[in-house]
């Protein structure tokens, strides 16, 4: 799966994403910030030294982040460390508005960020069946806890697929009968039985993760990634 086209739509198409951490009282936080730069593996964005968001981000070196046009949205989470100060410059130039916020030298309060590995999720409601991909993104391609992730979970021999799966997913396992009952329960038609396998499978390009079909499976063959 190709993630700068995911990111590069998070950044020119939405570009004003919220952004998630951790609050200093323990419970989450949340606020919008522009996107500034993208490349083919991260996005860049910028906040003040001042702001509870900066000690967020240098404490905790992680962050959730979504945005969203018409039925069409991105959400990442991530690893994110401070870069280099001179990027302001480019992203000032790139982003001619942010002169306005913080003319003239008064720049220089602010800090580069760069949120440089992690995982993503692309939903398109504007089609049936639903378009749901998940990639991966970053050079230092690494998950939570250190553990490394999969850019093309589909490209996995099948005992890797469920470590691969991202969280939140639904897939099939091997307690399936075929028996069909969870068929007519999903709202985009993307559980699929064929031929070859007697063993139902779920299109998760196409999945809503709403959790019907494992709430109805007679044989508890439906489970979720934690
Ligand atoms: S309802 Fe359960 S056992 Fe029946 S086809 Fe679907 S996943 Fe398989
Ligand atoms: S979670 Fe199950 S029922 Fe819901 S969309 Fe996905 S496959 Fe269909």
């Known amino acids: 799966m190709d993630a ?14 919220a952004f998630a951490t951790i609050g200093g009282d323990g419970r989450p936080a949340i606020r919008i910030i522009d996107l500034m730069l993208h490349d083919r593996d991260s996005v860049y964005f910028l906040t003040a030294r001042g702001k509870n968001f900066y000690r967020e981000l240098t404490e905790q070196g992680f962050v959730a982040v979504t945005g969203q046009k018409g039925y069409r ?80 979970a589909d490209a996995l021999p099948d005992e890797d697929r469920t470590a691969a799966v991202p969280s939140g997913s639904y897939f099939v396992t091997d307690l399936c009968t075929g028996c069909r009952s969870c068929l007519p329960a999903c709202p985009q038609d993307c559980i699929v039985l064929s031929a070859e396998s007697p063993k139902a499978r779920i299109e998760s390009d196409h999945c809503l993760r709403c959790g019907a079909c494992a709430e109805i499976c007679p044989h508890s063959a439906i489970e979720r990634s934690a």
Not at 4 to 15: A, K
Not at 74 to 86: C, T, Y
């Open 4 to 17: 700068e086209r995911f990111l590069r739509f998070l950044h020119e198409d939405i570009r004003e994403c």
């Open 73 to 152: 949205m991105v959400s990442l989470r991530g690893f994110v460390r401070q870069v280099e100060h001179e990027l302001i410059d480019t992203m000032f130039e790139q982003n001619p508005d942010m002169a306005i916020l913080y003319p003239g030298e008064t720049r220089h309060v602010l800090e580069p960020f760069q949120l440089f590995a992690g995982k993503g999720e692309y939903l398109d409601l504007t089609v049936r069946p639903v378009v749901h991909e998940t990639f991966a993104f970053g050079d230092d391609c690494i998950g939570e806890g250190g553990a490394p992730l999969a850019r093309n």
